[in-house]
């Protein structure tokens, strides 16, 4: 099975800090790729596509280096509302969306 | 519109029991998939349904069997539980199968088998 790698955290951050997580995949020919968003005890939720030229959508932008094979998601200007665990997802043609493990975000006042 | 719902919310087992998992959703989604999330795991895939009437076998199908008993529902089945089954289980649906297209989620089926 391809993995997904992921820096489990936790990150903790103060509001208004700047954070980064890094996501790593193995598989060079996969096409798409995204970040879900699970907050403590629901479900995921998507946060947004990653697409091959970047995709920003308000203080969060998610960017794909294929040459190093990992996707990043940036967070500006953290908010308490954002403390959630973040899910880096792979999807490989004709077979399945592959989780990665999360990334724990944690925002303090 | 509810999205995806799952029943029950909790359940607990105790070895050997059988029971399923009800899942539906009203978004008119033609693909329906089952996953559990374990700690420190990602979530896996069980089986999944890529339209009414068909289903097949996704990552960890061993002690599972599913059900698209029509567009709207898709049931999880444990025939004789173990506790390697204590998990949360997420049924979610999408446009179609397997493509980058979001994947929606139930709020999850907390069982714990003892």
């Known amino acids: 099975r391809k993995e997904v790698e992921q820096d489990p955290g936790p990150f903790n951050v103060p509001e208004g800090a700047t954070v980064a997580f890094n996501c790593t995949y193995s598989n060079s020919a996969s096409q798409s790729f995204f970040w879900y968003r699970q907050d403590c005890r629901k479900e995921p939720k998507l946060l947004m596509s990653v697409y091959s030229s970047g995709n920003e959508d308000g203080r969060f932008t998610a960017q794909l280096n294929r040459a190093s094979q990992y996707i990043s998601l940036l967070i500006r200007d953290s908010k308490l509302s954002d403390s959630a665990t973040y899910l880096c997802v792979e999807y490989q043609a004709g077979t399945a969306l592959i989780f990665g493990k999360g990334t724990t975000l944690s925002v303090s006042s | 519109n509810a999205g995806v719902t799952q029943t029950p919310k909790f359940q607990v087992l105790k070895t050997g029991q059988s029971m399923t998992l009800q899942c539906a959703q009203d978004m008119n989604h033609n693909s329906m998939y089952w996953y559990r999330q374990d700690p420190g795991m990602g979530l896996r895939l069980i089986y999944y349904?890529?339209?009414?009437?068909?289903?097949d076998k996704g990552e960890v199908p061993n002690g599972y069997n599913v059900s698209r008993l029509n567009k709207r529902e898709f049931s999880l089945r444990l025939e004789s539980a173990a506790p390697s089954q204590t998990s949360v289980y997420f049924c979610?649906?999408?446009?179609?199968?397997?493509?980058?297209?979001?994947?929606?989620f139930g709020p999850g089926t907390r069982l714990t088998v003892l």
């Open positions: 979610a649906s999408s446009v179609r199968t397997l493509s980058y297209n979001e994947q929606f």
């Open positions: 349904s890529a339209s009414e009437g068909t289903t």
